[in-house]
Structure formats: C-alpha cells, structure tokens
C-alpha cells in the first residue's frame, strides 16, 4: 500500500511511487485500485510482455517500491536516470 493511503510520511519518494503507478496504469491499463498496489510485486511486463527488463520497466519498478528508501531520492535524480538511460 501507498503511505499516502496507510497514514504514513508524505514527500517527494511519495510522488515518485504515484508517478510510477500512473505510468504503469497507462501503460498497462490496469489501475492500482484493481492491482491493489501490486505494481510492485508485478512487474509491468506481467501485462505487457514486450518490455521485459526494458529501461522503462526497470525506472518504473524502481518508482514503485513499497519501501521509499529504495525508491528514486527525489525528482532530480529520477531526471537524471531518465537523461542517462536509452528509452
């Protein structure tokens, strides 16, 4: 579950994980409601299987972490990733 639904710390890895989910939504057409948060544990390639251990799957999964510390540390390094990575 998000911590913006369980009560927890609110911050930037926050937006970081729903930005992840909001890809993954579009990407895959599932919303978190129907997958319960299962982003997670599923990677997106479980729906679209085209893009399995593609860089987009990879920064996604990385946004969508259940634990923020192993989640982007702020929008500024996700930007840079982005910037680094061949999409």
């Keep these: 579950d998000s911590e913006l639904f369980v009560g ?7 937006d ?4 992840g989910a909001t890809l993954s939504h579009l990407i895959t057409g599932l919303s978190p409601k129907e997958t319960d ?3 997670s544990k ?3 390639s479980r729906y679209v299987p ?4 593609s860089e987009i799957e990879k920064m996604i999964q990385k946004c ?5 510390d192993d989640r982007y540390r702020n929008c500024m390094e ?3 990733d ?6």
Aim: proline share 9%.
């Design 16 to 19: 970081i994980h729903l930005l």
């Design 37 to 39: 948060f299962s982003y």
């Design 50 to 53: 085209q893009l399995k251990n």
């Design 42 to 44: 599923h990677p997106i």
């Design 8 to 14: 927890g710390t609110v911050n930037e890895r926050t």
């Design 82 to 87: 982005l910037d680094r990575r061949p999409i």
């Design 64 to 68: 969508i972490q259940v634990d923020p």
């Design 78 to 80: 996700l930007m840079q």
